[in-house]
């Protein structure tokens, strides 16, 4: 069983910059792979984006590339959401997500408040 504890969401002004992190309770190193997902009120939740444990990432809206990326620090076993250039419609439930040996595994989640 992998545990996933979310951090640094919270409020920011438009056009600001937010940090996310995800602390693993398993070596990301044996985790096949991480992303982030979102779900904003009333829509259906939606992957932000993806990093395998190779490294490869993808990005799942075209409204997110080039604003937010996303990395591993193996040394604090954790997964970052670098988001810049933010925007009222980022705002959301952003939810840490791993599979390892086939199972999904989410985070409690954590608020992204983008107030224009």
């Known amino acids: 069983q992998v545990q996933l504890v979310e951090s640094g969401g919270g409020l920011v002004q438009a056009g600001g910059s937010l940090r996310l992190s995800c602390a693993a309770s398993?070596?990301?190193?044996?985790?096949?792979?991480m992303g982030w997902y979102r779900q904003a009120p009333g829509k259906q939740r939606e992957l932000v984006a993806r990093?395998?444990?190779?490294?490869?990432?993808?990005y799942g809206d075209s409204s997110v590339q080039g604003r937010f990326t996303i990395s591993r620090d193996m040394a604090k076993n954790t997964v970052n959401l670098q988001m810049n250039s933010l925007k009222p419609e980022d705002t959301a439930v952003y939810y840490c997500?791993?599979?390892?040996?086939?199972?999904?595994?989410w985070g409690q989640g954590t608020q992204v408040t983008v107030s224009s």
């Open positions: 990093i395998t444990r190779a490294g490869d990432t993808n």
């Open positions: 398993e070596s990301i190193f044996n985790i096949d792979s």
């Open positions: 997500n791993a599979i390892f040996r086939f199972i999904n595994y």
